[in-house]
């Protein structure tokens, strides 16, 4: 079987190979933390979810990277208001979060990196391009030339011409040499020095723009050209136009093979929901409101297709919950059925049927709607043999098989282990004490224990975290 992909870069679905045996390398844009992130970017956030775990079940090693903005123009204008600093202000927003992430069942990412602790790492960047002359420093602020990358606009099919004539996207002060030339670095003005968003740089000290560090700390952990590139389709201009001439202008290598962008969440008048228009419903808002977050799970990843719009009502999502429910209660009823002695041919050859049109649809550009369409046909036909008690040994362990496979993408048919989250964290405090007193022997038992129990440990900075591991990646 072949994983295709619809990469923007092409506008066509194309195999999919990364460029190293057996691993990808994968970035994804995060959250802006200046406020809770509302449904419209959980459903981007879930897509990369839904990526990154085709891509383990397909046998990838995934190193997955995903940022989290915490300095922006809103962030500083906010954290100004609270008379507080962008670190203070960002704090909750950033833990929520990894809270939300966690509900919604989030796989992971091996690094989220956040630009203010990668500023140096986005000097060396402008310096080089400067050095290059692919940017110019004006009035304190650097800006990129856009003139000096001829690529500009490959990836959302711009044309230049068009570009330069565009002069909706001139809307600011700044002394540019051309209207679309974009901001790399900001001049620090009194109140940012407050507010603890200046840096000291060779061009001058200052802040950096949105769309270099995405540039610098994709660099920083997974080098100069990427696997795979994701966000959402707002971000494709021009965010990610952006990042592909930084990069390539740096680097003079490609910068992501593939580009893969998700639709739009539209709130219930069919507008794009957005943080900024006001009119935006975040997790903690439905989950007040009685959903169960792995049915807004289902609803934004199972119910339409990556590439299609999707708009959130409350029968969307009761008929998302209802899709659960469903399908939890099919999976207790084969797990509780003594099988009949003898399997039922029918019934086989119609699972392997669906198990195989179900990788085919996740293969097919990622098409879990599509997969999850057979999977309810199966349902229900395995439910009349099921009430004939037609379904045999075989049957049996073929329909739980495929039910793990269907749940290494879904994850909503295991029911939270009550207890888990704070007997995984005495056991992690316990291996620190192991380490600490250098009983290294029982340190890696503890690991290994868990890794067993499909629970991985990491060591980053802020301590050590842990994620759940999916089928498949346990031993
Ligand atoms: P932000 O926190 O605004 O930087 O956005 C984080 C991610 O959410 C980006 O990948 C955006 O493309 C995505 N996003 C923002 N609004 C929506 C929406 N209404 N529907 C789907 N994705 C969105
Ligand atoms: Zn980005």
Redesign the pocket.
């Known amino acids: 079987m072949t994983l295709r992909l619809h990469n923007t870069l092409t506008g066509t679905k194309d195999v999919f190979e990364p460029l190293e045996a057996g691993r990808v390398r994968m970035y994804t844009?995060?959250?802006?933390v200046w406020n809770f992130?509302?449904v419209?970017?959980l459903?981007?956030?879930l897509f990369y979810d839904l990526v990154r775990r085709h891509l383990r079940v397909s046998g990838y090693r995934v190193t997955h990277v995903m940022n989290l903005?915490d300095i922006d123009d809103r962030i500083l204008d906010q954290a100004m208001h609270a008379g507080t600093t962008i670190a203070d202000f960002v704090q909750p927003y950033a833990a929520a979060f990894f809270e939300d992430m966690d509900s919604l069942r989030f796989e992971r990412a091996e690094h989220y990196p956040r630009a203010t602790e990668h500023i140096p790492e986005m000097v060396d960047m402008i310096s080089t391009l400067i050095e290059q002359d692919n940017a110019y420093v004006a009035d304190g602020d650097v800006y990129f030339r856009i003139t000096s990358f001829p690529k500009y606009g490959a990836l959302s099919h711009l044309d230049r011409a068009g570009l330069k004539a565009g002069a909706r996207v001139a809307t600011d002060k700044y002394d540019k040499e051309s209207v679309s030339d974009f901001a790399l670095w900001k001049k620090a003005h009194p109140e940012d020095e407050k507010l603890g968003a200046a840096w000291d740089a060779p061009f001058g000290r200052g802040r950096p723009g949105w769309h270099i560090e995405c540039s610098a700390m994709s660099k920083r952990y997974l080098g100069d050209t990427l696997d795979i590139h994701a966000?959402?389709?707002?971000?494709m201009f021009p965010h990610h136009e952006n990042e592909i001439a930084q990069s390539e202008a740096a680097n003079h290598k490609t910068f992501a093979r593939v580009w893969l962008h998700?639709?739009?969440?539209?709130d219930a008048t069919g507008e794009?929901?957005?943080?900024s228009a006001g009119g935006f419903t975040t997790l903690r808002n439905l989950v007040a409101a009685g959903h169960d977050p792995l049915a807004i799970r289902f609803f934004l990843i199972a119910n339409a297709h990556y590439r299609a719009r999707v708009r959130l009502s409350n029968e969307a999502l009761h008929a998302a919950g209802e899709q659960v429910r469903r399908l939890r209660e099919f999976a207790d009823r084969v797990r509780r059925t003594a099988p009949a002695q003898r399997d039922d041919a029918q019934l086989a050859e119609k699972t392997e049927q669906v198990r195989t049109g179900y990788r085919e649809a996740l293969d097919d550009d990622l098409n879990l709607p599509q997969g999850m369409g057979l999977v309810f046909d199966l349902v229900r036909e395995a439910n009349t043999a099921l009430d004939a008690e037609r379904m045999g040994p075989q049957n049996k362990a073929v329909l739980e098989a495929l039910l793990d496979e269907v749940d290494a993408h879904l994850d909503v048919l295991r029911a939270d282990e009550p207890g888990l989250a704070e007997e995984v964290e005495r056991l992690i405090a316990e291996r620190e004490d192991a380490r600490k007193a250098r009983d290294f022997a029982r340190a890696d038992q503890i690991r290994e224990d868990l890794k067993r129990r499909g629970i991985a440990l990491e060591d980053s900075k802020d301590g050590v975290r842990w994620r759940r591991l999916i089928e498949g990646a346990r031993s």
């Open positions: 844009c995060g959250p802006t992130a509302h419209g970017n459903r981007a956030f903005t966000g959402g389709v707002d971000l998700s639709e739009f969440l539209s794009k929901m957005s943080k």
